[in-house]
């Protein structure tokens, strides 16, 4: 198993468009999350996906994102209109839940968004 | 909420320990977990508390109160590649872990 996969890398784009990042978590985690890093603090959590049942989401998480897994594995995260303020790193992370285990989140490498 | 404080930035020599703390006030306190993260990379997994203790893995060690909401992450016979950022993050019960990160220890190692 390569461990958590994100793709792009890094997405530049102009105010207003639109950007898709994926996310494809460690083969049979059943949990994924999203975070967004800015710099100099701490992943703040967006959403969380159960299989392909969203449980969760941040007040962060405005009308203009959406998270979907569709088939409870691979995730993306839209964001429409972009603004500056969205710049910033999008982590995804994903963890297996099972009773009498701990429910580590594993990291992928990030999608870096700057928005001109 | 969750309010979890650890320093900013710390620095130390290559070759000594260096003990990074970090305190929290949370409501259905579950464990903490230690994240290190090199710049601009994703946070790697070191280490999970849930009972009260030291808990050593290789040189590198972390230790929980619950009581008084108090971890730390012990760092042992310094390395240059340990400059990276350090973030403490609780966890709380719920449907699921819900994690909660600080703002992260920035540690500089020098020679």
Same mark, same amino acid.
């Given at each position: 198993d390569t461990g958590v996969s994100q793709d792009p890398r890094h997405k530049i784009t102009k105010r207003g468009q639109n950007v898709t990042f994926r996310c494809d978590p460690i083969s049979e985690h059943n949990r994924l999350y999203w975070y967004r890093q800015t710099l100099g603090q701490g992943p703040e959590f967006l959403t969380y996906f159960q299989n392909e049942a969203q449980l969760e989401k941040s /007040?962060?998480?405005? =009308? /203009?994102f959406s998270a979907e897994r569709p088939k409870g594995s691979f995730s993306t995260l839209e964001i429409q /209109?972009?603004?500056?303020? =969205?710049s910033a790193m999008y982590l995804c992370a994903s963890s297996l839940a099972t009773s009498g285990s701990t429910d580590t989140q594993y990291f992928g490498p990030g999608t870096r968004l700057t928005v001109l | 909420g969750q309010n979890i404080d650890q320093p900013t930035e710390m620095t130390a020599t290559e070759g000594a320990i260096v003990q990074i703390n970090c305190t929290y006030q949370t409501s259905g306190f579950n464990g903490l977990f230690w994240y290190q993260q090199h710049a601009g990379e994703a946070p790697t997994f070191l280490s999970y508390n849930v009972l009260d203790g030291l808990e050593e893995k290789g040189r590198f060690s972390s230790f929980l109160s619950r009581s008084k909401g108090y971890s730390y992450l012990l760092l042992k016979?310094?390395?240059?590649?340990?400059s990276a950022s350090y973030l403490c993050a609780v966890t709380t019960s719920g449907g699921y872990q819900k994690v909660t990160f600080g703002i992260g220890t920035k540690l500089q190692v020098i020679p």
């Open positions: /007040r962060l998480l405005s =009308d /203009r /209109r972009t603004e500056q303020g =969205d | 016979e310094l390395q240059m590649k340990d």
